[in-house]
């Protein structure tokens, strides 16, 4: 059995900037990979799914980075599920951590946002002004085929609770590096904290 550390990456409702700032330590992530092993990232990189996630034990991941703040309520749940399944939870970037620039969206309503994005753009053609929406199963059942797009844009600490937290809009990759230092040599901050380049 591997005694490396396992990692898991998560993309909420973010860009994936996050995650660029883990591919832009190039020949650094060689060396981290040499004590990383990424069990889980989606829905960006790895082929690992949601169900992969779902079906593994309690406390499978060592480290989960989570990109991206909450917009659906996939977000929610599956932030639910990888806090349940990792031991150490962290907040990767200002989405995450406190909403960043896609929080200006809590100044308008959702359903003026959907409009804004599928109607009134003028790239967009969409006569009859059909929204997202859920389909309906034959029987009259919801079916979750669409994820809800939620009311307010939150940070992940409002769904899960969260042991660290880095910000950074992308985080530079040299915050990353250090990160993965600190976590690579069990030299953590305490809980709560903020992980900050050069501390
Ligand atoms: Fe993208 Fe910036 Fe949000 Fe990261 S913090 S997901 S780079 S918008």
Redesign the pocket.
């Known amino acids: 059995m591997s005694n490396k550390i396992k990692l898991g990456v998560l993309l909420a409702g973010?860009?994936?900037?996050?995650e660029m700032a883990i591919v832009d330590l190039s020949e650094r992530l060689l060396d981290a990979l040499e004590h990383l092993e990424v069990v889980f990232w989606a829905p960006t990189v790895a082929d690992v799914k949601y169900k992969d996630l779902e079906a593994m034990p309690e406390g499978a991941i060592d480290v989960a980075l989570v990109?991206?703040m909450v917009r659906l309520d996939e977000h929610e749940h599956m932030l639910k599920v990888l806090r349940e399944k990792s031991k150490v939870l962290v907040a990767f970037?200002?989405?995450a951590s406190e909403g960043?620039?896609?929080g200006m969206a809590n100044l308008f309503k959702a359903e003026d946002l959907l409009k804004q994005g599928y109607v009134d753009t003028f790239s967009t053609d969409n006569p009859d002004g059909i929204l997202p929406q859920p389909e309906w199963k034959e029987d009259g059942k919801y079916d979750l085929t669409l994820p809800r797009f939620l009311d307010k844009v939150s940070p992940i600490s409002s769904v899960v609770e969260v042991d660290y937290f880095m910000g950074?809009?992308?985080p530079h990759p040299d915050f990353v590096w250090e990160a993965i230092l600190a976590i690579v040599q069990g030299n953590l901050p305490p809980k709560g904290s903020w992980i900050t380049c050069g501390k």
């Open positions: 973010g860009c994936a900037g996050c990109d991206g970037g200002s989405c960043c620039i896609p950074g809009c992308p």
